[in-house]
């Protein structure tokens, strides 16, 4: 992900300028020689405890990159830039800020009409303002982080790990790891339900399936390790074909193929998913058309099925939608 690179000078002397300005008024307000709220004089005891709560309010993170960063324990106001803030929801967790247009018309965006929106790429002003204790980070951008972590504490996140890593690694994060593990267990059951169920309504083991979909460019792409594959491709669920095997074994999240290769993509059954681009729309549209499309096994016994790409994202809340929705879409 490219970004419009900010000047950052203007905004770090107005850091310092904040901090020299707090530093004086404090200094203005308290009795020489008293740094603290005139009171009875601590006990050694409450002394030692309030210098354990202070050690503990904060740890050393290190993140997938390899930064090593001194964290909130229970972080309070965090800025979120990913494709998986539904994970943040699925641990209880509301972000102060995050990029709108990655939540736009997700299955919870009714769930973040709240959260304020700092944009992408990242506005560093407008992050500033928020007063983050946490920044949470997809991009790998080197500059980003800098700049970032001049503000506030940052680590860069991996929103392409597989859902249980992501979720344990958040859990770790947030200070939220009960919740993690709770989460993922109810999650696994009710996984295991929804296979269950698929197979008593006449899904056979083994069963392949396929993920296309378009984007602009005429561009067709075949889905791996991201969104709906992750929950098609799981161990009670469908098999890859051999050639997205390919895909998922290198641990990429889509391959671009050409039509002519498409028969070789396609499994037992196929899902679509409806892209957002009216270009795409229209590519849709000429691949349904295709003779190739046309002749292969999946569409001539109808077992073709389509969705909306916004919502087969691969975060925890709409992981969890798609275990209702996917019985739905193959019952059509």
């Known amino acids: 992900m490219k970004k419009a690179r900010q000047p950052f000078g203007a905004l770090c002397v107005l850091v310092l300028t904040t901090v020299l300005l707090l530093a004086c008024g404090n200094q203005a307000t308290q009795p020489a020689g008293n740094n603290s709220t005139p009171s009875t004089a601590p006990s050694p005891e409450a002394?030692?405890?309030s210098a354990g709560e202070a050690a503990a309010a904060t740890r050393s993170y290190t993140d997938y990159i390899g930064h090593t960063v001194e964290i909130p324990a229970a972080p309070q106001r965090i800025i979120f830039v990913g494709e998986t803030y539904g994970d943040l929801l699925a641990l209880g967790v509301q972000a102060t800020g995050t990029a709108k247009q990655m939540t736009a018309n997700q299955i919870y965006a009714d769930q973040v009409v709240g959260v304020e929106d700092v944009g992408f790429p990242i506005n560093l002003e407008k992050t500033l303002a928020l007063q983050p204790d946490l920044i949470i980070y997809a991009d790998t951008d080197e500059a980003d982080f800098e700049a970032l972590s001049k503000i506030a504490p940052t680590i860069i996140f991996?929103?392409?790990a597989p859902l249980e890593d992501r979720?344990?690694?958040?859990?770790?994060?947030?200070g939220k790891t009960p919740e993690?593990?709770?989460w993922l267990a109810q999650y696994k059951i009710k996984e295991a339900a929804m296979w269950t169920q698929l197979k008593a309504a006449g899904l056979k083991d083994g069963e392949t399936a396929s993920v296309f979909t378009y984007y602009p460019g005429d561009?067709?792409?075949?889905?791996?390790?991201?969104?709906l594959s992750q929950v098609l491709y799981e161990e009670n669920g469908f098999k890859p074909t051999a050639r997205i095997q390919e895909v998922l074994d290198a641990n990429?999240?889509?391959?671009?193929?050409?039509?002519?290769?498409?028969?070789e993509?396609?499994?037992?059954?196929i899902f679509i998913l409806n892209p957002v681009a009216d270009e795409a729309k229209v590519s849709t549209e000429e691949l349904l058309k295709n003779e190739i499309w046309k002749n292969l096994p999946a569409v001539k016994k109808g077992q073709v099925y389509f969705q909306d790409i916004e919502k087969t994202s691969a975060d925890a809340t709409t992981r969890e939608w798609l275990l209702q929705e996917l019985p739905n879409l193959l019952s059509k």
């Open 47 to 49: 002394s030692a405890d």
């Open 158 to 160: 991996n929103t392409f």
């Open 252 to 263: 990429n999240g889509f391959a671009e193929i050409s039509m002519e290769l498409l028969q």
């Open 180 to 182: 993690a593990d709770t």
């Open 265 to 269: 993509y396609a499994g037992d059954r």
């Open 219 to 227: 561009r067709l792409y075949v889905m791996a390790t991201t969104g």
């Open 167 to 174: 979720m344990l690694e958040l859990g770790i994060i947030l």
